[in-house]
């Protein structure tokens, strides 16, 4: 924490304390944003910092560089990559299955 400077008025303590801290009976005491200032997206959940604040996305939500929402993850859309390769593949298997049939009934024919 940074240097506080606190002064005796009146015979009671008062500092003055840095951003994100608070004067409670003469000394400096950390403030729990996410009670009194939570700026964060209705997505996130606040966790409270030493002089600060962090916003963290709830599962099921990422949060994208450079911007403080969080954005669901769709987890639908991420699944296509492998069932694509897997249909892919088992297409590839069919066509060369049926060139093969094909090239041995043709060789069994002659």
């Given at each position: 924490m940074d240097k506080v400077n606190c002064d005796l008025v009146n015979n009671t303590k008062h500092c003055e304390c840095p951003?994100?801290?608070?004067?409670?009976?003469?000394?400096?005491?950390?403030?729990?944003?996410?009670?009194?200032?939570?700026t964060c997206h209705p997505t996130a959940k606040c966790?409270?910092?030493?002089?600060?604040?962090?916003?963290?996305?709830?599962?099921?939500?990422?949060k994208p560089e450079r911007e403080d929402a969080c954005e669901d993850i769709n987890e639908y859309e991420e699944s296509w990559l492998p069932v694509?390769?897997?249909?892919?593949?088992?297409?590839?298997?069919?066509?060369?299955?049926?060139?093969?049939?094909?090239?041995?009934?043709?060789?069994a024919s002659r």
């Amino acid at each position: 924490m940074d240097k506080v400077n606190c002064d005796l008025v009146n015979n009671t303590k008062h500092c003055e304390c840095p951003v994100g801290y608070e004067d409670v009976s003469g000394s400096c005491e950390d403030i729990n944003e996410c009670l009194t200032n939570n700026t964060c997206h209705p997505t996130a959940k606040c966790i409270n910092t030493i002089g600060s604040f962090e916003c963290e996305c709830e599962e099921g939500y990422r949060k994208p560089e450079r911007e403080d929402a969080c954005e669901d993850i769709n987890e639908y859309e991420e699944s296509w990559l492998p069932v694509g390769i897997a249909v892919g593949t088992a297409v590839f298997l069919i066509i060369i299955s049926l060139a093969l049939l094909k090239y041995m009934d043709y060789r069994a024919s002659r």
